[in-house]
């Protein structure tokens, strides 16, 4: 497999995970999702600050390059001032890391050492190497709505996969929440949600609160706070091996209104919304027969959801996805 995208490898180091989401969260990390890894302490040569460990931007990805916009939070331990800079933008190449800086420092300066650093993913995705179905992106492109619109329209471009029906139990919520971000301000009974799209109690492995959306923005909370898992019909197992689909909801999901400047206002019978936290963002996964290359290659935190009559369409951290409605 050739490099997708040239960066510079980094010295080998025992590196361990610090994890994307907040702390204690239980949201689970999408395959080859980028992270945030960091060496043993004393063990970087670029960290001289006595117990400092050195902070890396790590892709696990075998295949292709991902980007990262990664947040900084810098805490004066002498005055215990804290400062947050502009999130930077890192892309790395597969299967190599960045380095970010050091858990501890400045050295060299008077006083030294009296600066901590910490580094945290909020939004990552894959760079996929363009197809002739995707010319008009370039030699690359991450899932956007944008992209993944072209990807889906076209049943031959296998940047896209179809559910076809037996998705629509998982796309039917979010589909709802896309739609209700071009309504008024409102608050839509999650009960009202399950009926209408034939979700039952097994599909439905959570409980969630309602939807509501104020001023373009869509909150849905989990009653109990936990992470919720909504699966695809169970016709999907049965037929020709096809995956089983999973909609996992963050305890708290946020999507935005796509502003109108973009693609949705070109057409009034398609809604898009986004997100900008992959800890709020919920997540597309599969399971079963199958399941293991469907996840590399369309599975991932949700970026955008495309809303239109009859499907929906999702661009995820990996890929894109498409499901009927009706």
């Known amino acids: 497999m050739t490099k997708r995208y040239a960066a510079v490898l980094l010295a080998p180091l025992t590196l361990a995970s610090c994890g994307k989401f907040t702390t204690g969260s239980s949201y689970p990390s999408p395959v080859y999702s980028a992270f ?3 060496s043993d302490e004393n063990k970087d040569p670029q960290c001289k600050c006595d117990g400092a460990r050195g902070l890396y931007i790590s892709n696990p990805d075998p295949d292709y390059a991902r980007w990262a916009r990664i947040s900084e939070t810098l805490v004066d331990t002498s005055t215990g001032q804290t400062t947050y800079p502009t999130p930077p933008l890192e892309v790395v190449d597969h299967g190599s890391q960045h380095f970010l800086g050091c858990s501890i420092g400045p050295y060299g300066t008077n006083p030294a050492c009296k600066q901590t650093t910490a580094f945290e993913v909020q939004s990552e995705g894959r760079l996929i190497t363009g197809n002739t179905f995707m010319q008009a992106f370039g030699l690359f492109f991450t899932p956007t709505a944008q992209s993944c619109e072209v990807a889906c329209n076209n049943p031959n471009n296998p940047s896209c996969i179809n559910l076809g029906a037996p998705g629509k139990p998982m796309v039917g919520p979010m589909k709802e929440m896309a739609d209700a971000a071009f309504a008024a301000d409102q608050t839509i009974k999650m009960a009202d949600v399950r009926a209408k799209y034939g979700i039952s109690s ?12 104020t001023n373009g923005i ?8 936990e992470i919720c898992d909504i699966s695809s019909s169970g016709v999907s197992s049965m037929v020709s091996g096809i ?5 996992i909801l963050p305890s708290q999901l946020v999507l935005n209104k796509m502003p109108p400047n ?15 936290d992959d800890a709020h ?6 399971s079963g027969t199958g399941s293991d290359s469907w996840n590399k290659l369309y599975s991932g935190n949700i970026k955008a959801i495309i809303s239109h009559p009859d499907y929906a369409i999702f661009a995820t951290s990996n890929g894109c996805v498409r499901a009927d409605t009706k």
């Open 36 to 38: 945030i890894a960091m």
């Open 202 to 213: 097994t599909d439905d492995k959570c409980t969630r609160g309602d939807i509501v959306v």
């Open 218 to 225: 869509v909150h849905n909370d989990a009653s109990g706070g």
């Open 243 to 247: 995956p089983e689909s999973h909609l």
């Open 262 to 276: 973009s693609m949705a206002a070109a057409n009034d019978e398609m809604h898009i919304v986004y997100t900008e």
């Open 281 to 286: 963002a919920g997540q597309i996964s599969f």
